[in-house]
């Protein structure tokens, strides 16, 4: 059979950077010159309308079925394809309610709890004992994936310069650890709030276990909300939270954040940031983080500038993350019949997809994660080196 009988392996040319090979109907295909790094078996073909409408989706909902799998390191299969992604194709008009959601609160929330309301016992699974599910920080070679996590939250709580008796604010604080650790270590109090019902159920639980009920208070609520509650903090932190505002809110989240700091005060924001402004990953955004936009370095600055915010410090975090996702990648593949067994080979694959795929996007600098420390206004107090 010649190649251009076949949309599916004429389309695949494109990806010509790496050989591989590609099995359908009984023959073998060479993509690319050289030795072949893997094989890829379809045992249903993908039409062309769906491989033009968008790359991602179709490839990725291929993978999920079972309609192709992969001869080799999935992770050396999706560095070759993702090192290529401006091959893929994308019909924005087609699939524009994937890319842009509404992202009113009743969404959000929704789309918030898709993700994080997966249950407990899921993410106990194969995140570490802290249930921290963000970026680690690997201080040393050997840390395991449970002392990087400590290690993050230990850098964060430096990097703020929290003194006993201050006010902390988690926007997004997803099981809590951040803030009980915070109120153990420096004696502040903390204050939470988060969209899942199952993270703020478990952070009650882990509060009450320790005995700080009259130290952190976390609330079920959208962090919208936040100025109704007529607070201002000493310190505000969000990490892994930002991802999910929505682009048409960000200014509206920087204002909140400026509105309801004291002057003077730290806010340490940490996200995933792409390197534009615009939405193109419909399957990230259909089956993971529905709603979900990585925000620019450069446009969340100009916004902390358009209010009081100065920037002191701006820390990429690109190869942690890589790193930590490998970790989560291995500990889920210990577990991949269990899971299978409560949601179904498919769930499976997509979660592999997911880890996998994201592991390779920092790997290859297609995406980053910083940390971005702010002042509200001028500091002249703090010390005048990285004192963390």
Same mark, same amino acid.
């Given at each position: 059979m010649h190649i251009? %009988?076949?949309?599916?392996?004429?389309?695949?040319? $494109?990806?010509?950077? !790496?050989?591989f090979e590609v099995v359908l109907h009984g023959h073998t295909y060479t993509i690319g010159t050289g030795k072949p790094l893997f094989r890829?078996?379809?045992?249903? %073909?993908?039409?062309k309308k769906e491989l033009l409408t968008s790359t991602s989706l179709a490839l990725g909902e =291929?993978?999920?079925?079972?309609?192709?799998? +992969?001869?080799?390191? /999935?992770?050396?299969? /999706?560095?070759?394809?993702?090192?290529?992604?401006?091959q893929f194709s994308l019909d924005r008009s087609a699939v524009n309610n994937l890319l842009y959601p509404s992202e009113d609160k009743s969404t959000q929330r929704e789309e918030v709890c898709s993700h994080y309301d997966?249950?407990? %016992?899921?993410?106990?699974?194969? #995140?570490?004992?802290? #249930?921290?599910?963000?970026c680690a920080y690997f201080k040393h070679d050997d840390d395991t994936l449970e002392q990087a996590q400590r290690n993050k939250v230990d850098y964060i709580l430096s990097k703020l310069h929290l003194e006993k008796g201050m006010s902390l604010l988690d926007?997004?604080?997803?099981?809590?650890? /951040? /803030?009980? *650790? =915070?109120?153990?270590?420096?004696?502040?109090?903390? !204050?939470?709030?988060?969209?899942?019902? *199952?993270?703020? =159920?478990? @952070?009650?639980? $882990?509060?009450?276990? #320790?005995?700080?009920? @009259?130290?952190?208070?976390?609330d079920l609520m959208d962090y919208r909300d936040l100025p109704k509650k007529g607070l201002k903090y000493d $310190?505000?932190?969000? +990490?892994?939270?930002l991802e999910h505002v929505g682009r048409s809110q960000y200014e509206r989240y920087m204002s909140i954040a400026n509105q309801i700091l004291k002057p003077g005060g730290l806010f340490l924001l940490h996200y995933i940031d792409g390197r534009d402004e615009k939405n193109s990953n419909p399957w990230m955004r259909k089956y993971i983080f529905p709603g979900g936009t990585l925000p620019t370095v450069y446009e969340i600055l100009k916004l902390a500038y358009d209010g009081d915010f100065q920037i002191l410090d701006v820390e990429s975090l690109r190869r942690h993350y890589y790193r930590t996702l490998s970790c989560w990648y291995h500990?889920?593949?210990? +577990?991949? %019949?269990?899971? =299978?067994a409560d949601k179904g080979m498919e769930f499976v694959r997509m979660w592999d997809l997911y880890l996998c795929g994201c592991a390779v996007a920092? !790997?290859?600098?297609?995406?980053?994660?910083?940390?971005? #420390?702010?002042?509200?206004?001028?500091?002249?107090d703090l010390p005048m080196t990285r004192w963390y």
């Open positions: 251009m %009988d076949n949309f599916l392996i004429y389309y695949l040319q $494109r990806f010509d950077k !790496y050989c890829v078996l379809v045992h249903k %073909d993908i039409p =291929a993978y999920m079925k079972g309609d192709i799998e +992969v001869e080799g390191d /999935l992770f050396v299969v /999706l560095k070759c394809i993702l090192e290529q992604i401006d997966l249950g407990n %016992d899921f993410y106990k699974l194969w #995140l570490d004992p802290t #249930l921290s599910y963000s926007i997004g604080c997803g099981w809590g650890f /951040l /803030l009980i *650790e =915070a109120a153990k270590k420096y004696g502040v109090t903390g !204050y939470g709030c988060t969209l899942s019902h *199952e993270q703020w =159920a478990m @952070g009650q639980e $882990r509060i009450k276990k #320790l005995g700080l009920e @009259g130290q952190i208070h976390i $310190r505000l932190v969000s +990490v892994g939270m500990n889920f593949q210990k +577990v991949r %019949d269990q899971v =299978a920092f !790997y290859i600098g297609y995406i980053d994660v910083h940390q971005l #420390l702010f002042t509200k206004g001028t500091n002249n």
